[in-house]
């Protein structure tokens, strides 16, 4: 669009913050950037799966410099062209708010949820206690500019809901789904089983306990050294490496554990490490994964003493009742008082703990729905090579981790705010029944959808439903298929599947990303994402994270009210390029609002001059040079971009905006676009204000994705037209004809002149604006450019005798020579 060879002139002395509100409004009316379905079809599609946040609390500025990416890379594809789907809604199932919930009023969830009426009741608890906090992540999202498209449906919500108990039942009827009683990853403190993909790992100081086990058919004593002797009354077999010589005549014999005198098998096994310890290793049920493993292959039957709190049960005698760190306590002490240790050593011991609260977790047997997943490892693999990862270097930790899986998911949780398994067993024939409508279903309150047993043919009273609910990342991994219509919409669903982003965290590989990989693949064959874009983490600025218990969690509103939205945005896009973890930075705030302040008043500055137009821009080499210069910005940047980076479109766009148009190219035609004693000819003095107008309005289209509120303030004041954000970000340059190395190579001889005379200047007391008598040897490509350069820098000569003969001059910093 132009504006028929005039420009309005910006007033405003100074950029003010505050109008950033009023553009928010402004934005709100005009309902820009929404995804169309008219649109299907006449333009490429992008949909970006954003991530559903938890609303477990406050937002610091590192959460909320998350989404803001997303929202920069939205911007920018609809800017190139794109129909792009960018919604947002909370995932808002699982443990945080019934943690947050129960600290908050002392309602014990397990205890009030025993009967439907309880449960009812802690389940508006939680849903009241998301509602307010999600309401504060929206605000902060609409001051920061972002354009999403707000669903107020999140992963609570009956529409969500609902296709995940469709999805189970998908999965169900393909035999895929399963219910076994097993040993499984248990909290103690949430009371529920944790995948593998839930546990962290910690360092935690311990004891390696030294133990004399008697031998039955010997008398003699051996010594086994183990971390977890309140276990004993578990122990079913001692086992040492085949090669240890240590131990070569025990295979087949006896031990008899102490103070529970239990008779156990010894075994040769190349799972013992001859290494640690003694080199013989007690096989408990169960003291970690490697126990449950040799449980199976050694074909033992389990005895459980650990109950779902935590606690040792009976058959853990007179350790009854006691956590299982004050069992350990007490047997040692047993024990020494016995005479049955030998000794006790410090170590450091890698413990896996669950992820939410930190609670070293125990193994116990329990009754869970299972998701088959091993099976699938290679699919999964070869889905994964169909994806682009931006960067490549993530791709590696899904691979690693897809290739550590050994056992299936457990999908079931003794849980509360979550979406519910939707199935029935008939306590006659014991089958579990899943219903057939694509309907929520609440089986702990709602009525059998069965008349009677399907296979049994019992009555309808016989049918009891289920309690259990699904591990939230069984929600959130079908993120994309729930915003893409999946079981909805086909038709919409069909046109959108093959073009889906997925952004996130890079701490979230081997759960959203894997789990969704799985869970879209055994739906539907196909590949989850086209694109998949791995962000690191947000840090504090002495690169921790930020957590509540440091002390180092700074809100984002403050830093908004004093630096504005933009700056903020500009932090958070040139922190650190994609994949890398990024600061919390207070100079890249400065950095962004002097740049906003830097684009304000180059605009006003330009805004004085009219416009005659793009055909008149570039009549004469130096601005010829510059809009080239421009578009090989603009293509560098546009490159950038379609890689999902906005680190380097940021630095692009403040480097040439500050660095290459402002302090050079400004500066050099100044005088001819002002012209007071008509040194120029009308063509060169319109060729100035023409590509002034033409440079500035790229410079605001490539940085409207990562600062939309002045970009488009100025866009609209300057051009009288509608907002930036509905412009095509090559509508003034053509970035794809191909670019004149010449003429940008004369910008940059440009900018070394400049320099250079700048320079000598300070270094021999001058004023800018003081006079050069000597002759100022420069390239011969400047030439055209000397009446500017004259004007600019006060010089009396200029010779293009370059490098100049003998020793009449010497050379400055870069490139210029001057007369001695």
């Known amino acids: 669009m132009e504006n028929n060879g005039s420009s309005n002139i910006i007033e405003e002395k100074r950029w003010d913050i505050k109008k950033e509100n009023e553009i928010i409004e402004r934005w709100k009316k005009e309902n820009i950037g929404k995804f169309r379905k008219e649109d299907l079809g006449r333009k490429p599609t992008l949909v970006i799966d954003t991530p559903p946040p938890y609303p477990s609390g406050k937002w610091h500025v590192a959460g909320a410099a998350h989404y803001v990416h997303h929202d920069m890379i939205a911007r920018f594809f609809r800017m190139i062209g794109y129909n792009v789907l960018l919604p947002f809604y909370a995932d808002r199932n699982g443990l945080p708010v019934e943690v947050s919930v129960e600290k908050k009023t002392g309602i014990n969830p397990h205890e009030v949820s025993s009967t439907p009426e309880g449960r009812e009741k802690f389940l508006a608890l939680c849903k009241k206690e998301l509602d307010s906090v999600e309401e504060e992540m929206v605000k902060l999202l609409e001051r920061l500019g972002c354009s999403y498209d707000y669903w107020k449906n999140g992963t609570d919500s009956e529409e969500y809901r609902k296709l995940t108990q469709a999805t189970f039942r998908e999965l169900w009827k393909k035999g895929l789904i399963y219910v076994a009683e097993r040993p499984v990853n248990w909290c103690p403190r949430c009371k529920t089983t944790l995948s593998d993909a839930e546990l962290e790992y910690k360092e935690l100081e311990t004891y390696l306990y030294y133990i004399k086990f008697k031998i039955r058919e010997t008398n003699d004593y051996v010594t086994v050294a183990t971390t977890r002797p309140e276990l004993l009354s578990s122990c079913k077999a001692l086992i040492y490496h085949p090669s240890d010589p240590r131990y070569s005549g025990l295979e087949g014999k006896t031990a008899i554990s102490p103070i529970y005198e239990k008779e156990l098998k010894i075994y040769k096994n190349e799972n013992a490490d001859p290494n640690f310890g003694t080199g013989l290793v007690m096989i408990c049920s169960y003291g970690d994964e490697d126990d449950i493993k040799m449980f199976r292959e050694l074909g033992l039957e389990p005895e459980i003493v650990v109950d779902r709190d935590g606690r040792l049960n009976e058959k853990a005698g007179f350790l009854k009742g006691m956590k299982t760190h004050e069992a350990r306590t007490k047997i040692a002490e047993e024990l020494e008082k016995r005479g049955l240790m030998v000794k006790k050593e410090k170590l450091m011991h890698k413990v896996p703990v669950c992820w939410r609260c930190g609670t070293p977790i125990e193994f116990i047997h329990v009754r869970e729905y299972f998701l088959k997943q091993i099976e699938f490892k290679d699919k999964l693999l070869e889905a994964i090579d169909k994806m682009k990862f931006y960067p490549e270097m993530h791709k590696q930790k899904l691979i690693d981790w897809i290739n550590s899986i050994k056992t299936d998911w457990p999908i079931s949780r003794d849980r509360y705010y979550a979406t519910e398994i939707p199935t029935w067993r008939c306590k006659k024939c014991n ?42 990342w069984f929600d959130s991994s079908i993120s994309s298929l729930y915003i893409t219509g999946y079981m909805k919409d086909n038709e919409l669903y069909e046109k959108l599947k093959n073009d889906i982003l997925r952004p996130q965290g890079y701490e979230i590989i081997r759960t959203w990303l894997y789990y969704s990989i799985l869970r879209v693949y055994q739906l539907t064959g196909r590949p989850a994402f086209k694109y998949v874009r791995i962000t690191g983490m947000g840090l504090d600025e002495k690169g921790e994270a930020m957590h509540k218990s440091k002390g180092n969690v700074i809100d984002p509103f403050p830093v908004i009210e004093s630096y504005g939205a933009d ?79 906005t680190y380097e479109p940021s630095n692009l766009v403040y480097s040439f905006t500050w660095d290459i148009f402002a302090s050079n190219y400004i500066e050099l035609v100044k005088q001819r676009a002002y012209n007071l004693n008509n040194e120029w000819s009308k063509e060169d003095q319109e060729s100035a204000w023409a590509t002034l107008h033409l440079v500035l309005r790229t410079i605001l289209l490539m940085t409207a994705p990562i600062m939309p509120f002045i970009s488009d303030e100025i866009w609209r004041l300057m051009k009288n037209c509608g907002s930036i954000h509905q412009a095509s970000l090559t509508q003034e340059i053509n970035a794809e004809e191909g670019i004149n190395d010449k003429l940008t190579q004369i910008i940059d001889l440009m900018v070394k002149v400049n320099s250079d005379i700048w320079k000598y200047k300070k270094q021999n007391g001058l004023k800018f604006s003081d006079e050069i008598a000597k002759v100022v040897y420069i ?19 200029i010779s293009y005798e370059y490098p100049p003969p003998g020793e009449g001059a010497i050379k400055l910093d870069n490139i210029v020579y001057i007369e001695k």
């Open 431 to 472: 089958s579990i029944l899943v219903p057939e409508d694509f309907k929520y279903y609440r089986p702990w309150k709602d009525e059998p959808p069965f008349e009677k047993c399907p296979v049994c043919g019992a009555d309808k009273s016989y049918l009891e439903g289920e309690k259990k609910v699904f591990d939230t």
């Open 567 to 645: 700056a903020f945005r500009f932090w958070a896009a040139s922190a650190a390029k994609v994949g890398y973890d990024y600061r919390f930075n207070p100079n890249l705030l400065k950095t962004g609002l002097l740049f906003t302040t830097k684009l304000w008043n180059i605009s006003r500055f330009i805004s004085r001059f009219p416009d005659p137009g793009k055909e008149k821009a570039g009549k004469n080499t130096i601005d010829k040079a510059i809009l080239e210069y421009t578009k090989m910005t603009l293509r560098k940047y546009i490159s950038s971009f379609k890689e999902m980076d």
């Open 779 to 797: 390239p011969q490509e400047l030439k055209e450019a000397e009446k500017d350069l004259k004007a600019l820098h006060k010089l009396k000569y």
